[in-house]
Protein backbone atom coordinates (compact mmCIF):
# COMPACT_ATOMS: atom_id res chain seq x y z
CA UNK A 1 0.00 0.00 0.00
CA UNK A 2 1.24 3.41 -0.99
CA UNK A 3 2.16 5.44 1.63
CA UNK A 4 0.05 9.20 1.90
CA UNK A 5 1.67 11.57 0.26
CA UNK A 6 1.82 13.73 3.93
CA UNK A 7 3.07 11.06 5.64
CA UNK A 8 6.39 11.07 3.04
CA UNK A 9 6.15 14.96 3.47
CA UNK A 10 6.38 14.82 7.16
CA UNK A 11 9.00 12.26 6.62
CA UNK A 12 11.20 13.89 4.70
CA UNK A 13 11.11 16.99 7.09
CA UNK A 14 12.45 15.05 9.52
CA UNK A 15 15.34 13.90 7.62
CA UNK A 16 18.93 15.76 9.17
CA UNK A 17 20.16 18.38 7.34
CA UNK A 18 23.00 17.75 5.03
CA UNK A 19 26.34 18.25 7.95
CA UNK A 20 27.75 21.98 7.43
CA UNK A 21 31.04 20.44 6.25
CA UNK A 22 29.37 18.63 3.63
CA UNK A 23 27.75 21.74 2.66
CA UNK A 24 31.05 24.25 2.38
CA UNK A 25 32.89 20.70 0.55
CA UNK A 26 29.94 21.50 -1.84
CA UNK A 27 30.53 25.43 -2.33
CA UNK A 28 34.44 24.46 -2.85
CA UNK A 29 34.09 22.24 -4.70
CA UNK A 30 31.53 24.47 -6.79
CA UNK A 31 34.42 27.15 -7.01
CA UNK A 32 37.57 24.65 -7.83
CA UNK A 33 34.83 23.66 -10.65
CA UNK A 34 34.41 27.50 -11.99
CA UNK A 35 38.01 28.24 -11.83
CA UNK A 36 39.25 25.35 -14.14
CA UNK A 37 36.90 26.36 -16.46
CA UNK A 38 37.69 30.10 -16.33
CA UNK A 39 41.14 28.50 -16.95
CA UNK A 40 40.46 26.60 -20.17
CA UNK A 41 38.43 29.78 -21.31
CA UNK A 42 41.29 31.72 -21.08
CA UNK A 43 43.86 29.57 -22.38
CA UNK A 44 41.69 29.38 -25.44
CA UNK A 45 41.73 33.53 -25.34
CA UNK A 46 45.60 33.25 -24.98
CA UNK A 47 45.51 30.94 -28.13
CA UNK A 48 47.69 28.33 -25.60
CA UNK A 49 44.97 25.53 -25.92
CA UNK A 50 42.85 24.84 -29.24
CA UNK A 51 39.19 25.50 -29.52
CA UNK A 52 39.24 21.34 -31.24
CA UNK A 53 41.44 20.01 -28.15
CA UNK A 54 38.70 21.77 -25.93
CA UNK A 55 35.64 20.01 -27.59
CA UNK A 56 37.83 16.62 -27.98
CA UNK A 57 38.12 16.76 -23.98
CA UNK A 58 34.49 17.46 -23.80
CA UNK A 59 33.59 14.78 -25.96
CA UNK A 60 35.76 11.98 -24.23
CA UNK A 61 34.70 13.10 -20.37
CA UNK A 62 30.88 14.89 -21.09
CA UNK A 63 31.38 15.48 -16.91
CA UNK A 64 34.64 17.00 -16.90
CA UNK A 65 35.81 20.29 -16.83
CA UNK A 66 35.60 20.89 -20.78
CA UNK A 67 32.27 19.26 -21.01
CA UNK A 68 30.94 21.61 -18.77
CA UNK A 69 31.57 24.41 -20.75
CA UNK A 70 28.73 26.11 -21.87
CA UNK A 71 28.79 26.11 -25.90
CA UNK A 72 27.43 30.14 -25.49
CA UNK A 73 31.03 30.52 -22.83
CA UNK A 74 33.33 28.42 -25.10
CA UNK A 75 32.43 29.97 -28.71
CA UNK A 76 32.81 33.84 -26.97
CA UNK A 77 36.20 32.61 -25.51
CA UNK A 78 37.33 32.22 -28.84
CA UNK A 79 39.86 34.59 -30.48
CA UNK A 80 37.36 37.03 -32.54
CA UNK A 81 33.82 35.90 -31.76
CA UNK A 82 31.99 38.36 -30.33
CA UNK A 83 28.21 37.86 -29.07
CA UNK A 84 26.72 38.86 -32.77
CA UNK A 85 29.04 36.26 -34.27
CA UNK A 86 28.17 33.32 -31.37
CA UNK A 87 24.22 34.08 -31.82
CA UNK A 88 25.00 33.57 -35.68
CA UNK A 89 26.97 29.91 -35.34
CA UNK A 90 24.38 29.02 -32.64
CA UNK A 91 21.52 29.54 -35.40
CA UNK A 92 23.69 27.95 -38.06
CA UNK A 93 24.79 25.08 -36.05
CA UNK A 94 21.25 24.40 -34.76
CA UNK A 95 22.89 24.08 -30.97
CA UNK A 96 20.75 25.78 -28.06
CA UNK A 97 22.05 28.10 -26.48
CA UNK A 98 21.39 26.17 -23.21
CA UNK A 99 23.82 23.43 -24.10
CA UNK A 100 27.01 22.36 -22.31
CA UNK A 101 29.77 20.92 -24.85
CA UNK A 102 29.28 17.77 -23.22
CA UNK A 103 25.95 17.67 -23.89
CA UNK A 104 25.75 17.85 -27.49
CA UNK A 105 24.53 15.11 -29.99
CA UNK A 106 26.35 13.74 -32.30
CA UNK A 107 25.93 15.65 -35.20
CA UNK A 108 25.83 19.13 -33.05
CA UNK A 109 29.62 18.34 -32.04
CA UNK A 110 30.21 17.20 -35.98
CA UNK A 111 28.55 20.38 -37.32
CA UNK A 112 30.59 22.69 -34.37
CA UNK A 113 33.87 20.88 -35.40
CA UNK A 114 33.63 21.75 -38.98
CA UNK A 115 32.63 25.34 -38.28
CA UNK A 116 35.88 26.03 -35.97
CA UNK A 117 38.25 24.15 -38.44
CA UNK A 118 36.86 26.57 -41.54
CA UNK A 119 37.20 29.45 -38.71
CA UNK A 120 40.82 28.69 -37.80
CA UNK A 121 41.73 28.84 -41.84
CA UNK A 122 39.80 31.64 -42.20
CA UNK A 123 42.60 33.48 -39.96
CA UNK A 124 45.45 31.74 -41.05
CA UNK A 125 44.42 33.27 -44.38
CA UNK A 126 44.47 36.30 -43.17
CA UNK A 127 47.83 36.25 -41.34
CA UNK A 128 49.96 39.09 -42.83
CA UNK A 129 47.27 40.58 -44.60
CA UNK A 130 45.80 42.87 -41.78
CA UNK A 131 48.41 45.29 -40.94
CA UNK A 132 47.94 47.92 -37.88
CA UNK A 133 50.29 51.14 -38.50
CA UNK A 134 50.44 53.23 -35.56
CA UNK A 135 52.94 55.68 -34.25
CA UNK A 136 53.29 59.06 -31.92
CA UNK A 137 51.43 62.46 -32.99
CA UNK A 138 53.69 63.76 -36.27
CA UNK A 139 55.24 60.93 -36.91
CA UNK A 140 53.60 60.78 -40.60
CA UNK A 141 51.57 57.86 -40.37
CA UNK A 142 48.70 59.35 -42.28
CA UNK A 143 51.17 60.44 -45.33
CA UNK A 144 52.84 56.83 -44.99
CA UNK A 145 48.82 55.44 -45.45
CA UNK A 146 47.83 57.99 -47.87
CA UNK A 147 51.50 57.21 -50.57
CA UNK A 148 50.29 53.61 -49.70
CA UNK A 149 46.60 54.00 -51.01
CA UNK A 150 47.94 55.67 -54.08
CA UNK A 151 51.04 53.31 -55.35
CA UNK A 152 49.66 50.25 -53.53
CA UNK A 153 45.91 49.66 -54.84
CA UNK A 154 45.87 45.82 -53.75
CA UNK A 155 45.70 47.39 -50.22
CA UNK A 156 42.78 48.31 -48.89
CA UNK A 157 42.96 51.17 -46.62
CA UNK A 158 40.01 51.59 -43.66
CA UNK A 159 37.93 54.38 -43.28
CA UNK A 160 37.08 55.22 -40.19
CA UNK A 161 33.70 56.57 -38.70
CA UNK A 162 33.90 59.92 -36.68
CA UNK A 163 31.80 62.32 -35.09
CA UNK A 164 33.23 64.89 -35.95
CA UNK A 165 32.03 67.39 -38.99
CA UNK A 166 33.75 66.96 -42.87
CA UNK A 167 36.36 69.84 -43.30
CA UNK A 168 36.15 70.78 -46.72
CA UNK A 169 37.44 68.72 -49.71
CA UNK A 170 36.54 65.51 -47.09
CA UNK A 171 33.82 63.39 -48.66
CA UNK A 172 31.92 60.94 -46.96
CA UNK A 173 32.62 57.14 -46.99
CA UNK A 174 35.77 58.23 -48.87
CA UNK A 175 37.65 59.78 -46.17
CA UNK A 176 35.72 59.29 -42.89
CA UNK A 177 31.70 57.81 -42.46
CA UNK A 178 30.33 61.10 -40.75
CA UNK A 179 28.02 60.00 -38.08
CA UNK A 180 26.51 61.84 -35.39
CA UNK A 181 27.04 60.42 -31.80
CA UNK A 182 23.52 58.56 -31.40
CA UNK A 183 24.63 56.60 -34.39
CA UNK A 184 28.31 55.71 -32.90
CA UNK A 185 26.74 54.97 -29.40
CA UNK A 186 24.63 52.57 -31.79
CA UNK A 187 27.77 51.16 -33.93
CA UNK A 188 29.40 50.55 -30.32
CA UNK A 189 26.40 48.67 -28.78
CA UNK A 190 26.11 46.68 -31.68
CA UNK A 191 29.56 45.56 -31.92
CA UNK A 192 29.95 46.90 -35.44
CA UNK A 193 33.06 48.83 -34.55
CA UNK A 194 36.59 46.90 -34.60
CA UNK A 195 37.96 49.67 -32.13
CA UNK A 196 37.45 53.07 -30.93
CA UNK A 197 38.64 56.14 -28.86
CA UNK A 198 38.04 59.55 -28.22
CA UNK A 199 40.85 61.27 -29.72
CA UNK A 200 42.55 64.59 -27.89
CA UNK A 201 39.81 64.73 -25.41
CA UNK A 202 37.32 65.86 -28.41
CA UNK A 203 36.17 63.95 -31.06
CA UNK A 204 35.33 60.09 -31.49
CA UNK A 205 36.66 57.66 -34.01
CA UNK A 206 35.90 53.92 -34.45
CA UNK A 207 37.09 51.25 -37.44
CA UNK A 208 33.90 49.45 -38.92
CA UNK A 209 34.27 45.78 -38.55
CA UNK A 210 32.15 44.82 -41.39
CA UNK A 211 34.18 46.23 -44.78
CA UNK A 212 37.65 45.06 -43.35
CA UNK A 213 36.33 41.47 -42.76
CA UNK A 214 34.59 41.48 -46.13
CA UNK A 215 37.94 42.55 -47.52
CA UNK A 216 39.80 39.85 -45.51
CA UNK A 217 37.29 36.93 -46.61
CA UNK A 218 38.21 38.07 -50.52
CA UNK A 219 41.52 38.01 -49.97
CA UNK A 220 42.33 41.59 -50.00
CA UNK A 221 44.83 43.27 -47.87
CA UNK A 222 43.72 45.54 -45.32
CA UNK A 223 45.96 48.61 -43.42
CA UNK A 224 44.64 50.44 -40.59
CA UNK A 225 45.98 53.61 -39.86
CA UNK A 226 44.76 53.98 -36.23
CA UNK A 227 45.95 55.03 -32.71
CA UNK A 228 47.71 53.28 -29.85
CA UNK A 229 44.30 52.57 -27.94
CA UNK A 230 42.99 51.14 -30.97
CA UNK A 231 45.95 49.08 -31.66
CA UNK A 232 45.20 47.35 -28.38
CA UNK A 233 42.25 46.90 -29.40
CA UNK A 234 42.52 45.50 -32.31
CA UNK A 235 44.92 42.46 -31.07
CA UNK A 236 42.49 41.89 -28.35
CA UNK A 237 39.50 41.67 -31.04
CA UNK A 238 41.57 40.34 -34.09
CA UNK A 239 44.81 38.60 -32.68
CA UNK A 240 45.90 37.39 -35.94
CA UNK A 241 46.69 41.33 -36.79
CA UNK A 242 50.33 42.54 -37.80
CA UNK A 243 51.43 45.92 -35.79
CA UNK A 244 53.71 47.61 -37.30
CA UNK A 245 54.67 50.86 -35.13
CA UNK A 246 55.92 53.78 -37.12
CA UNK A 247 59.40 55.93 -35.55
CA UNK A 248 60.41 59.17 -36.48
CA UNK A 249 64.60 58.93 -37.31
CA UNK A 250 64.76 60.78 -33.75
CA UNK A 251 63.42 62.74 -31.38
CA UNK A 252 64.39 66.03 -32.69
CA UNK A 253 62.78 65.67 -35.57
CA UNK A 254 59.42 64.45 -34.48
CA UNK A 255 59.62 67.63 -32.93
CA UNK A 256 60.68 69.79 -35.70
CA UNK A 257 57.65 67.94 -37.44
CA UNK A 258 55.11 68.76 -35.03
CA UNK A 259 56.05 72.42 -35.02
CA UNK A 260 56.68 72.61 -38.26
CA UNK A 261 53.72 71.64 -40.04
CA UNK A 262 51.65 74.71 -37.50
CA UNK A 263 48.37 73.44 -37.09
CA UNK A 264 48.24 73.76 -33.23
CA UNK A 265 49.64 76.34 -30.88
CA UNK A 266 52.29 76.35 -28.44
CA UNK A 267 50.33 74.57 -25.35
CA UNK A 268 48.79 71.87 -27.78
CA UNK A 269 52.20 71.40 -29.16
CA UNK A 270 53.66 70.65 -25.86
CA UNK A 271 50.87 68.27 -24.85
CA UNK A 272 51.02 66.45 -27.94
CA UNK A 273 55.17 66.01 -27.27
CA UNK A 274 53.97 64.83 -23.82
CA UNK A 275 51.98 61.87 -25.25
CA UNK A 276 53.73 61.42 -28.11
CA UNK A 277 56.83 60.29 -25.14
CA UNK A 278 54.12 57.67 -23.78
CA UNK A 279 53.28 56.72 -27.40
CA UNK A 280 57.03 55.93 -28.35
CA UNK A 281 57.59 53.48 -24.65
CA UNK A 282 54.97 51.36 -26.20
CA UNK A 283 56.84 50.61 -29.15
CA UNK A 284 57.89 47.30 -28.28
CA UNK A 285 54.37 45.74 -27.78
CA UNK A 286 54.25 45.87 -31.66
CA UNK A 287 55.84 42.91 -34.05
CA UNK A 288 57.33 45.50 -36.12
CA UNK A 289 59.40 48.89 -36.32
CA UNK A 290 59.66 51.15 -39.43
CA UNK A 291 61.44 54.45 -39.49
CA UNK A 292 60.35 56.91 -41.05
CA UNK A 293 63.20 58.32 -42.83
CA UNK A 294 61.52 58.60 -46.34
CA UNK A 295 57.80 58.35 -47.14
CA UNK A 296 58.23 56.00 -50.37
CA UNK A 297 60.80 53.74 -48.40
CA UNK A 298 58.58 53.61 -45.32
CA UNK A 299 55.65 52.78 -47.47
CA UNK A 300 57.37 49.74 -49.05
CA UNK A 301 58.64 48.47 -46.02
CA UNK A 302 54.82 48.29 -44.80
CA UNK A 303 53.70 46.76 -47.75
CA UNK A 304 56.52 44.24 -47.79
CA UNK A 305 55.56 42.97 -44.45
CA UNK A 306 51.81 42.55 -45.79
CA UNK A 307 53.53 40.36 -48.98
CA UNK A 308 51.75 42.40 -51.21
CA UNK A 309 53.47 43.36 -54.23
CA UNK A 310 53.55 46.97 -55.61
CA UNK A 311 51.35 48.09 -58.88
CA UNK A 312 52.88 48.09 -61.89
CA UNK A 313 54.80 51.89 -62.57
CA UNK A 314 52.16 54.05 -64.65
CA UNK A 315 54.11 55.42 -67.94
Known amino acids: MAEP ?42 RELSPLTVLDRATAEPDGVEGRLRVTEFLLSVPAIGTTKMQEALGRLQISPAKRLGGLGRHQRLRLRDYLIEREGKVERRRNRLVVLA ?12 YIREHYPEVLLSVSATTRAPRPGEVDGVHY ?21 TVHNSYRYGTPRGPI ?18 ARQVRESMPEARLIFLLPPTWEELVRRLIGRGTEDSAEQQRRLETAKV ?37
Do not use: C, W
Open 279 to 315: ELAAQDEFDHKVVNHDVAEAAREVVDLMKVRAAPSRP
Open 177 to 197: YFVDDAEFDRMIRDGELLEHA
Open 5 to 46: AHESSREASRRPAPPEVDRAAASQAAVAARRARAAVKAAIAS
Open 135 to 146: GPTAVGKGTVST
Open 213 to 230: EHALDEGRSVLLEIDLQG
